[in-house]
């Protein structure tokens, strides 16, 4: 999706808001064909996000992350003790990597529906096996309000994200340390997350491969920064 290129005073705070929740939570359509061609959101979740999505009947695949531990509580007890609604699964061997993929999704619970606008469903996806001669296991979770949705569409969905997750959520995260900075007050996170956004866009346009290479270039260079952000 685009950026809106920013005025002169820093403006279009509220479109780039906009903006921003749309590519963060994964925004989908409607296909009246085969149902929503489902897109997994992978970053900070809140509930103006799902409520934005789900005011303009549109739905959400997103994943809940640590800072939503009551979400993410429920969650796990859904998956520890509920009957699956519908399970995938696949096997991978590939140059001395195992690994398997589980996904089963679960009723939401009636707290969480009340809490989260247009949610359905709850999704586990545990991946597990061997690399490099060591046994790992991962579970991630997500929430999603597509009705009609079935194992194997969410499968795919999040298999397709993890892309955008690689090119884009790892730079915010890794290189410009957003999981870790430790800010949380009021609108501060949105704020800085917004920000950052914007410094990634500015880095790409201006033929940065990575976010390192565009921090050199621009350190204490004030007045280039300041012009590449008005053209």
């Not at 531990?69 to 007890?77: N, P, S």
């Not at 998956?79 to 519908?86: K, L, M, P, T, V």
């Not at 398997?100 to 999704?105: E, K, P, S, T």
């Not at 940065?208 to 007045?223: E, R």
Request: charged share 25%; hydrophobic share 40%; net charge positive.
């Amino acid at each position: 999706m685009p950026a809106n290129r920013p005025d002169r005073r820093g403006g279009a705070i509220r479109e780039r808001q906009t903006e921003r929740d749309r590519e963060r939570a994964g925004l989908v359509k409607q296909d009246a064909a085969t149902g929503p061609a489902a897109d997994a959101g992978c970053t900070a979740l809140s509930k103006k996000t799902v409520a934005l999505i789900a005011s303009q009947r549109q739905h959400y695949l997103i994943k809940v992350k640590g800072n939503q531990r009551k979400l993410l509580t429920a969650m796990q007890q859904a998956a520890a003790e509920g009957a699956a609604a519908g399970h995938w699964q696949e096997s991978e061997h590939n140059r001395g990597r195992e690994v398997q993929r589980v996904l089963d999704f679960f009723p939401a619970s009636a707290q969480a529906r009340a809490e989260w606008p247009g949610l359905v469903w709850f999704v586990r996806l545990v991946r597990q096996g061997r690399r490099q001669g060591k046994a790992y296991e991962r579970s991630s979770y997500y929430i999603c309000s597509c009705e009609k949705a079935d194992a194997a569409m969410l499968a795919e969905a999040i298999r397709g994200h993890w892309g955008i997750e690689n090119r884009v959520h790892w730079e915010k995260d890794v290189t410009l340390k957003e999981d870790s900075n430790g800010i949380s007050k009021g609108q501060a996170p949105e704020n800085l997350s917004l920000l950052k956004s914007m410094a990634l866009n500015i880095a790409r346009r201006s033929g940065f491969l990575s976010m390192k290479d565009a921090t050199m270039a621009f350190a204490n260079k004030i007045t280039l920064m300041t012009k590449y952000i008005r053209t």
